[in-house]
Structures are given as C-alpha cells and as structure tokens.
T-cell receptor
Framework: DTAVSQTPKYLVTQMGNDKSIKCEQNLGHDTMYWYKQDSKKFLKIMFSYNNKELIINETVPNRFSPKSPDKAHLNLHINSLELGDSAVYFC?????????????????FGPGTRLLVL | AQTVTQSQPEMSVQEAETVTLSCTYDTSESDYYLFWYKQPPSRQMILVIRQEAYKQQNATENRFSVNFQKAAKSFSLKISDSQLGDAAMYFCAYAGYQKVTFGIGTKLQVIP
C-alpha cells in the first residue's frame, strides 16, 4: 500500500497554463507539506498544513495555492505556469507525537511529480 | 535564519567500507531536530536517521550513525559496511520551531 501518493507522476505543459498536483496520504497523519526540488537538487519547503490549517507559507509566488479538503489530502494548484516552475514537487506527511512541533517529526515523502513547463 | 551546509557535493566509498558525510548548521534556537534523508535514483526521499538536539546520545540505526556535536553545530552521518544500495543523494535537514531547512545534498557513490 502506498503511504503517500502523488498524481500525476509527470506533467508536461505549456507556459501560461493552470495545473494541479494531487497528494494523498493513508498514514493517518495530521500534517502535510509541499516541497520544490529544483534542477540542482535543492529542496525547499513551500507549504505545510496541520489538520487542514495552513501553518507554513514560505515565500512562493501567489500563483501557487495549496488546498486541503481533508487531513488526508493536500493538493497544489499552480496558475499561469512559468518556465521557472519546472522542478520536481514532493508531497510529504508527518504526525505529531507529542514531543516537538509538526516540522520536527519524521516526514514521509511521496514519489514526486516532475513538472516540465515548455 | 537557519542554514544547513553540506560541504561535500560528492563522495565515494568502496563497498563494505565506512564513509562519513558532513553537515553543519547555523541556528540561534535551542530546541530543534536534525535529520538525514536519502534520495536514491528512484527519487523518493526516505528518512535515514533523526536526532533530537536535547539528547546527548548520538542516534544510531543499524549501519547508520551520527556524530552530533551541538556546540560545534555539526551533524555528520557515518555509514558502516557500505552497500551498493546506499548509493544515493543524502540530505541533511534542520527542523526548528517554524522552519525546516535542507542542505544541498551529498551524492554518494558506492564502488563495488
């Protein structure tokens, strides 16, 4: 059983389009994240939701909008795609254990979505 | 702002040998967590080991252990008895109160 799944796995699209990436976790975790990994492998957190509430919103363009319909899902919608948005996007989840904050728990990552904007 | 530095872009190790990957970080926080994640060619990020800053004892996980030096803000990963499956990118990560920061990664090659 896949713990954290993302769809699609690959996404090729034209500049200016709007696209969504879906993420689902079946671990019962209460916190979910979106990361962007650029061509140099640099991994940067974008957003985090804890129990459907946004707790981290890093400096990303407002063309990126996360949506969490429930605890098990965190989708990423991107408007007006640009060439610089090409990257691998990772979803992750974690569970509060009582010691530490959401970010400090072990994160379980999805397989990534490779986005290529032409 | 917290920073995480991995100064070795690439490392190689002979199979069955030991290798140490370095990581240093900068923070003014007193309570935080440190992680090593592994990203094999399949791309999926997997936790290798986790260290709580308030714990003096170094974390170990089978062949993986860390050397955590809080005063020096150093968190190196030691892989013993290296195996071919250990070949991957290794990311050091810092998790404080409000942010998680990843290093740029070290690519580990395992030579048969």
């Amino acid at each position: 059983d896949t713990a954290v799944s993302q769809t699609p796995k690959y996404l090729v699209t034209q500049m200016g389009n709007d696209k969504s990436i879906k993420c689902e976790q079946n671990l019962g975790h209460d916190t979910m994240y979106w990361y962007k990994q650029d061509s140099k492998k640099f991994l940067k957190i974008m957003f985090s939701y804890n129990n459907k509430e946004l707790i981290i919103n890093e400096t990303v363009p407002n063309r990126f909008s996360p949506k969490s319909p429930d605890k098990a899902h965190l989708n990423l919608h991107i408007n007006s795609l640009e060439l610089g948005d090409s990257a691998v996007y990772f979803c992750a989840s974690s569970q509060l254990s009582g010691r530490g904050l959401p970010l400090q728990e072990t994160q379980y990552f999805g397989p990534g979505t490779r986005l290529l904007v032409l | 702002a917290q920073t995480v530095t991995q100064s070795q872009p690439e490392m190689s190790v002979q199979e069955a040998e030991t290798v140490t990957l370095s990581c240093t970080y900068d923070t003014s926080e007193s309570d935080y967590y440190l992680f090593w994640y592994k990203q094999p060619p399949s791309r999926q990020m997997i936790l290798v080991i986790r260290q709580e800053a308030y714990k003096q004892q170094n974390a170990t996980e089978n062949r993986f252990s860390v050397n955590f030096q809080k005063a020096a803000k150093s968190f190196s990963l030691k892989i013993s008895d290296s195996q071919l499956g250990d070949a991957a990118m290794y990311f050091c990560a810092y998790a404080g109160y409000q942010k998680v920061t990843f290093g740029i990664g070290t690519k580990l090659q395992v030579i048969p």
